[in-house]
């Protein structure tokens, strides 16, 4: 099988994607990040090259010299980095110049464009992680109740309304009043300002967007969200089945089933 690039940001999905890879006897070359992703780490699986966001000729560049022509995105990459005060290479900034706005999911959409034209076809964020989506229906023993289940219709609508505009991909209700939205501060602190404005028994909602494109930004979910949740006494959290990611799938459910939080696919 033809060799892949995997573009890694943070987090522990570009480790995991270099497992399966190496399972599959699939070889792939990693483009890391600088300040999201640890170098180091993702050596210990394949080649690597450390980038950063903003050189795309450079990416490009090495694609070809590694024969590469299809392309994998994981890991996020803190929207606060796209937005600094940060120096772009040309490509990137005619890249830039084209987009009618700077929304992550503009600028994603951009750089796949370019990659495209340069014959680097990005494939989606589930290629070799299939098994990692989360499913329908409750995952572990706690299932939510009456009131909770009113909390997820709710944060359902409104979170795909924010996911849909780019602002965020988290909700948080307690008792059908939103008490928070995640925006570029992601997940973990949108939990903790929920937490302190509205304290215990609240639920999280997970939501990619409408028409969500799987070759980036796909939601995650993972044990640290679980500890958040824990730690602050929330009911549990609603996900987007076959959308997003749900990682230490078998800590979280003993955390989940302990803590009596429920985890909820829909």
Known sequence: MKPAGLVAGGGSLPVLFLKSAAEKGIQISVFAVKGETEAKELGKYAKVYEVKITELSRIIDLCKKEGIDRMVLLGYIRHVNLVNNI???????????KLKDFRAASVMRGIIDVLSEKGIKVLKSTYLLEHLLAGKGNTGKTAPGRGAVRDMELGIKM???????????????????????????????????????????????????????????????????????EKHKGAGIALEAGKTFLLDREKIIKKADKAKIFIAGY
């Open 87 to 97: 120096k772009f290479d040309m490509l990137t900034v005619r890249t830039l110049m």
């Open 159 to 229: 979170a795909k309304k924010t996911a849909g505009l780019d602002i965020g991909q988290t909700v948080v209700v307690k008792k059908g009043v939103v008490v928070a939205v995640e925006a570029m501060e992601g997940t973990d602190k949108c939990i903790r300002r929920a937490a302190e404005e509205a304290g215990p028994g609240f639920v999280v909602v997970k939501a990619a967007r409408p028409k969500q494109d799987m070759r980036y930004d796909v939601p995650v979910v993972g044990e640290k969200t679980i500890d958040l949740i």
